[in-house]
């Protein structure tokens, strides 16, 4: 009996950890490269073979010095963002050029570095393997990946292959591992959207198991909550091309929000292209952070980061209980006296990434204030020192949102507003805007999802840790005291995906 408990637990163990020989406070080092790609100036226009080679060649060229440069300071994998060597933009035709056939590494084991003859046409997946190789690192990079198909196949498109935008994994000998076809397209009519939902991971020896999804895809319940849930995958790698929507959706934003509501470890590459707002990426753990956003430079960036181990193999996601992060220092803040009812101003409606919030003004040195939208109902409880010309206000939204895709939110939002009226909150606060307002605030909402993604952003869209964050009896909670820079937003992002 004591036996086969014993046997049970190594085999969890080896199921988490996909490796025998780890051990508690065992750390990895994970590189993600936010890439300044290099475009196509007309990707709508069909090119040849050749030329889409020589494009995709100048930016191979940087990921191959990128690649030199993390495994000079001891990466063991790195991560390329989703569209890096193409771009975006193109048509079903004008990929094809660009586009190579990826096998299966489910039914088939092949590093093109090592077997360069065994399939025509992939230059690209040879490039990218012998960078692995060379190096001695996990390489996961994105491009569009072509299969052929025809009549026996009766959901073959007409003109006979399929189009998938891909992350590709080769491990540190150049083999191709995983082969991820993203699941939650966005307007890239070029692609198909596979029509099984691809649950894909990957072992390493130095960090077990990965998970793998894409971009919009972290806005969604399949594969994401899949993968966490019923895979139980602890760590997950996110290749994105992500356009910033402050104050809830900027990129490096998001990922800590999800990394610290899912309780897992998040590598995230995203393009750098300040024109379209593409920029901010970052290794994520649940308590530690490194990332990078710049809307300043043309310039990509390499980050390195140690990164531990995630040793609860409980499922963690998303967390059941209260995580306070920092030993003292947990509690409410002082203000606790609610605002005289006749003091108190009406709510008011604004749109925020095009959802219609109900807002209520934060206004005075402390206060208590609950908004509520339906059955959410978010509390605010706040003390600081307003700068008089920096308004602030308190908001909820729960409902259906409707732009790009239809999705339900139950979302609890503290936001700076961008204007010198309450009219203007809601809108984009931009990283040019300097915010010096400092406001110690416990939030809290009685939300009806268990998933709720929590994020705090500073003046410059920097990034701060919450003091505790994390359900208590019926709701979820987050408080901060000593702010680390001017307060932007302060938010709870639910998403209800039950209801989609
Ligand atoms: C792609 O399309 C978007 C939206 O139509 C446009 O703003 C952008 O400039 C285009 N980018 C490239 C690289 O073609
Ligand atoms: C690759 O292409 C060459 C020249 O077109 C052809 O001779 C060869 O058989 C092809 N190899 C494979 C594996 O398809
Ligand atoms: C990573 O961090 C751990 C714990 O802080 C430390 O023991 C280890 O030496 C670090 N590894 C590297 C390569 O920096
Ligand atoms: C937002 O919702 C309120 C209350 O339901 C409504 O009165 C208002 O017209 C809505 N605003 C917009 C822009 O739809
Ligand atoms: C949240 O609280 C409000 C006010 O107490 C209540 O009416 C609502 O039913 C609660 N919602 C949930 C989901 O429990
Ligand atoms: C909030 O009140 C506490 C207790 O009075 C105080 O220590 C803290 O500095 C206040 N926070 C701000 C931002 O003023």
Redesign the pocket.
């Known amino acids: 009996m004591q036996l086969s408990v014993l046997i049970k637990i190594a085999a969890l163990w080896q199921c988490s950890f996909g490796l025998s020989q780890a051990s508690e406070g065992a750390h990895y080092i994970a590189a993600v490269y936010e890439h300044n790609i290099i ?1 196509n100036p007309d ?1 709508k226009v069909p090119r040849s073979r050749q030329a889409a080679l020589d494009h995709m060649k100048e930016n191979l060229d940087i990921y191959e010095e990128q690649v030199a440069a993390a495994a000079k300071q001891g990466a063991q994998i790195i991560v390329f963002p989703e569209d890096g060597l193409h ?3 193109y048509t079903r035709e004008s990929i094809v050029s660009y586009s190579e056939t990826i096998p299966d590494p489910a039914s088939m084991s092949w590093s093109p570095c090592l077997q360069p003859e065994r399939f025509n046409g992939t230059e690209v997946l040879h490039r990218l393997s012998c960078m692995a190789h060379k190096h001695a690192v996990y390489l996961v990079a994105n491009m569009p990946d072509r299969q052929e198909c025809d009549g026996t196949d009766p959901h073959c498109p007409p003109d006979g292959r399929y189009q998938f935008n891909t992350d590709v994994v080769f491990s540190d000998d150049g083999t191709i591992v995983a082969r991820y076809h993203k699941q939650n397209l966005y307007f890239e009519s070029e692609f198909n959207t596979p029509r099984e939902c691809e649950y894909v991971t990957f072992d390493t020896p130095f960090a077990g198991r990965f998970g793998l999804f894409t971009c919009f895809d972290i806005l969604f319940h399949e594969p994401v909550i899949t993968l966490l849930e019923k895979y139980q995958v602890k760590q997950m790698i996110f290749p994105t091309a992500w356009f910033n929507e402050a104050p809830l959706l900027s990129a490096h934003q998001f990922q800590k929000a999800f990394a610290t509501g899912s309780g897992i470890n998040l590598l995230a590459a995203n393009l750098h292209h300040p024109p ?1 707002r593409m920029t901010g990426s970052g290794i994520f753990t649940p308590s530690h952070s490194v990332y990078h956003f710049d809307m300043e430079t043309d310039k990509g960036r390499l980050l390195v980061s140690n990164v531990s181990l995630p040793t609860d193999s409980e499922t963690g996601s998303p967390p059941t209980s209260e995580v306070c992060m920092k030993s003292q220092d947990c509690g409410k803040p002082s203000a606790s006296k609610p605002v005289a009812d006749g003091a108190a101003p009406g709510t008011f409606h604004g749109s925020m990434s095009s959802d219609n919030y109900t807002f209520v003004p934060v206004q005075g040195a402390e206060g208590d204030l609950t908004v509520c939208d339906g059955s959410l109902c978010c509390r605010l409880l706040y003390n600081g020192s307003h700068v008089p010309e920096e308004l602030y206000a308190f908001g909820v939204f729960n409902g259906l949102h409707t732009a790009a895709r239809q999705f339900y939110l139950e979302v609890c939002a503290l936001v700076r507003c961008p204007g010198d009226t309450f009219a203007s909150c809601g809108g984009e606060v931009t990283a040019g805007d300097q915010t010096i307002t400092t406001i110690d605030f416990h939030l809290e909402g009685n939300f009806s999802t268990r998933y709720i993604y929590p994020s705090i952003l500073t003046s410059g869209m920097q990034l701060d840790s919450p003091d505790r964050v994390g359900w208590e009896k019926e709701s979820y909670v987050m408080s901060k005291k000593h702010i680390s820079g001017g307060l932007v937003t302060a938010t709870l992002y639910g998403r209800h995906y039950e209801k989609d």
């Open positions: 475009f990707p771009g975006f933009n379209l």
